[in-house]
């Protein structure tokens, strides 16, 4: 086997643990020799052996010293290696002294010495500087005893079984080394085992830090960035507006621009963020598939035509009149194909296809393929061009500079939660086509469109009163003042605690409530006011675009949840129903 480098941490470590792993086997041996070895004397009594007289004193004698080493330990003087290192070795020197007094034969001590070093080879773990030193005052101080003191010759000792003995003490530091080496090389390896856990374990908390970090750092991000947007947002649209003969100047346009570009990317990676951290379930919900096309297609008219390309939505007269889908992600992932390629085609044409490929009583597979006749996506760049932040390099399209290099990253997202895939075949210059693959259930019943309940028309504005609670002055003065451009009646508070108050003093038709205020948030706020009014409708007004929030809000009184930024013709669009009041 391989040597190992045993590090200085490694060998503190290794110290500690054999002193607690040995500590059984220590005093094991101390009490085995200090029960037996007077035992023993026994046999040469019941012989009578004079030898009896010697033995039993001598065995007490060396019993007293060893119960000494046995206190040390216990007072921790000592290590337990050591007590029982001191043992063995003051039993040598009465062992010496006893094989130099007259003995009938030496068979019977040379056994009980044999075993002696047997019983310490099977039980001691020691380093082996012990058991060298043990063996070598054996196999010094044996022979001596007998050549110097005694009356026995050498030869006749070995005869007797001296031969055992010395071959036993010459084989102890070898099985000591062997079972220490085994020891600590089996530690070494829980060790190294254990340390690459712990670091495993670190490794996964900071991953999971990383991971809190992130969507803590979004959603800041989404509420501090997306709360000044509503304003600029907002402020550029009213200003845009405004019944003037003057044409809002180019600044203004630029400003607009911008913000709108701004609004675009926040949106973009948080939704991104949203998608591919599985926060976004897929809402089937019926609809019709040809009003749907036809609404799609009436948003890219303008800039198609003012681009001078043609714009051709082609959709098979054959698809059912129902289609059971996420009609808005579905929106989301054709907008995203068809806005690019309106964006990279300077002239000619951008296709949708729409085809129905296969039909069984439970579902329809439609083929959906957007074709253009732009620029093209060279192949180099074809592999990468559905990772996040990827634009082609070295564009000479102006429009190339505006987009985020996140929109076929979420379509292919959002693909992945309908089980499907988007596939791209493109030549530089000549154009490109993307194409994906849907089933979904679908019904040849025409859907019942549930008419609205009589609503009054914009313009006849009812006589209605709006609560707005926002803590940020601007948002404040932004929904405020779309409210006055439809003569809407509406008061403001700028926490939890006065939307309470106010509410409680007033009769309001309709609160629009900021989720994050002082003093008292939305949702308190909200709690406070159902008990005054289970049934007035409170609009949770929130730059969090956070699902989990969005489902908070629902759970606790909440009527509708509003997503800052917007521009003014959603905000009408969203609070008109709640109000009673039809959406122009
Ligand atoms: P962006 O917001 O930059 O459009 P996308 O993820 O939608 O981000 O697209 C990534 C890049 O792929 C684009 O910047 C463009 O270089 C290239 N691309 C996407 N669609 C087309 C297309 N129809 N024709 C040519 N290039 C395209």
Known sequence: MKDIYYSESFEQLWQEETEIKTRVQNRLFCLTFLVCNPLSAIAFYLSGDPFFYTLLPTHLLSDSIILGYMFLNYKKVISGQQMSFYTFATLVCFYAFLLSRPHFSYVQSCINLTLAVIFAGLVLRWPLRYG??????????????????????????????????????????????????????????????????????????????????????????????????????????????????????????????????????????????????????LDPQPFNPFDFFDTLKKTFDPKANEKGISLVFSVDPGLPVQLVADRLRLSQVITNLVHNAIKFTPNGSVTLDVKQVARTPEAVTLDFAVTDTGIGIPKSEQPGIFEIFTQVRARTH??????????????????????????????????????????????????????????????????????????????????????????????????????????????????????????????????????????????????????????????????????KPFIPQDFYDYIFPFLGIAVK
């Open 132 to 281: 060298v030193v043990i063996s070598v005052m054996a196999l010094v101080l044996y022979p001596a005893s007998i050549y110097f003191v005694s009356n026995t010759s050498l030869s006749d000792f070995v005869e007797q079984g001296a031969i055992f003995v010395m071959v036993a003490h010459v084989v102890f530091p070898f099985v000591v080394k062997l079972n220490y080496n085994k020891d600590r090389r089996e530690f070494y390896f829980r060790y190294t085992l254990q340390q690459q856990n712990d670091a495993l374990e670190r490794q996964k908390t900071i991953a999971e830090q990383a991971t809190r970090a992130k969507t803590d750092f979004l959603s800041m991000m989404s509420h501090e960035i997306r709360t000044p947007l509503n304003g600029i947002v907002g402020m550029v649209h009213l200003m845009m507006q405004e019944e003037s003969s003057e044409k809002p100047n180019d600044l203004l346009k630029t400003l607009k621009f911008s913000a709108d570009h701004l609004m675009a990317v926040v949106n973009d990676v948080l939704d991104f963020n949203k998608i591919n951290s599985n926060h976004v379930v």
């Open 398 to 563: 102006s429009d190339s500079v505006s987009g985020t290099g996140l929109g076929l990253a979420i379509s292919r997202e959002l693909m992945r939660l309908f089980g499907s895939e988007i596939h791209l075949e493109s030549e530089e210059g000549k154009g490109s086509r993307f194409t994906f693959r849907l089933s979904m259930p679908y019904s040849e019943q025409p859907m019942v469109v549930n008419q609205p309940s009589p609503a009054m028309v914009a313009g006849d504005m009812p006589e209605v009163r709006v609560l707005v609670a926002d803590d940020n002055k601007t948002n404040l003065v932004l929904a405020t003042q779309l409210l006055k451009r439809r003569n809407i009646l509406h008061d403001t508070a700028s926490n939890g605690q006065e939307a309470y108050e106010m509410f409680s003093r007033n009769r309001y038709d309709l609160v629009l409530m900021d989720l994050r205020m002082p003093i008292m948030d939305g949702f308190e706020s909200t709690a406070l006011i159902r008990q005054l009014d289970p049934v007035v409708p409170i609009i949770a007004l929130t730059a969090s675009a956070f699902e989990n929030e969005k489902e908070r809000a629902m759970a606790n009184g909440f009527s509708g949840y509003f997503i």
